[in-house]
């Protein structure tokens, strides 16, 4: 087992000065088809963001950033959270992928609280636990956003893609900073497929909206 870690964990290759390891390519190019399959509203997305999540928990053992291994733990438990919801009880579109719809504001405001809530307490345990994580804030602030992205996108939510903007917004330099190139360049990607997906759930969604207003 240590010598797979340890494989996965060496350098795959340099580029523009940074070592790039293979744990940490590996793992985010499986988290970016799960993204493109998010974003089809395959419900391969879920068991896709499981094994990244799996790779990708070397790579951030590697860099020695707790948050980060939490936060691929949660990615995790809530992949398999999400493959049952999307497998069981979730509303089909005529194509037979799951429909998207946007959240209420008492959802968005629930999604946004329990956010910043999480984000707070996270952080408070990482300030009084410093050997928890090396960066307390943004570590805080990606585990708790990526748990509210994961739960938005389980309930077929078009506010999921702007809770992974948020996410990458801090996820980008922090990745570069802490060595981990080759997830900081992913993250580029991910924010022109988060676009695109966006742009594709939000006028699905009032497409169902439209079709369910239309006269039987």
Do not use: C
Request: aromatic content about 14%; overall charge positive; glycine content about 12%.
């Amino acid at each position: 087992m240590n010598g797979a870690v340890d494989w996965l964990n060496s350098q795959a290759f340099t580029v523009f000065g940074q070592h790039v390891i293979w744990s940490d390519m590996a793992g985010n190019t499986i988290g970016l088809i799960a993204l493109a399959l998010g974003w089809r509203r395959s419900v391969w997305t879920w068991p896709a963001q499981f094994l990244s999540g799996l790779v990708l928990v070397a790579a951030y053992l590697s860099a020695h950033l707790s948050g980060g291994v939490g936060k691929q733990l949660l990615v995790i438990v809530v992949a398999l959270w999400g493959w049952r919801q999307w497998t069981r009880g979730r509303r089909r579109a005529q194509d037979g992928s799951v429909a998207v719809r946007f959240a209420s504001w008492k959802e968005r405001g629930l999604l946004a609280a329990g956010t910043a809530a999480g984000t707070l307490a996270l952080g408070g345990l990482f300030l009084a636990v410093p050997s928890l994580s090396w960066n307390p804030w943004p570590d805080a602030y990606i585990f708790v956003g990526t748990l509210a992205a994961m739960v938005a996108q389980a309930r077929g939510l078009v506010e999921f893609w702007f809770a992974w903007l948020l996410v990458d917004v801090v996820g980008v330099p922090l990745a570069f900073h802490s060595g981990l190139a080759f997830s900081g360049l992913v993250y580029v990607i991910y924010l022109a497929l988060v676009l695109w997906g966006l742009r594709d759930w939000w006028l699905r969604s009032r497409a169902t909206v439209a079709l369910e207003g239309a006269p039987a």
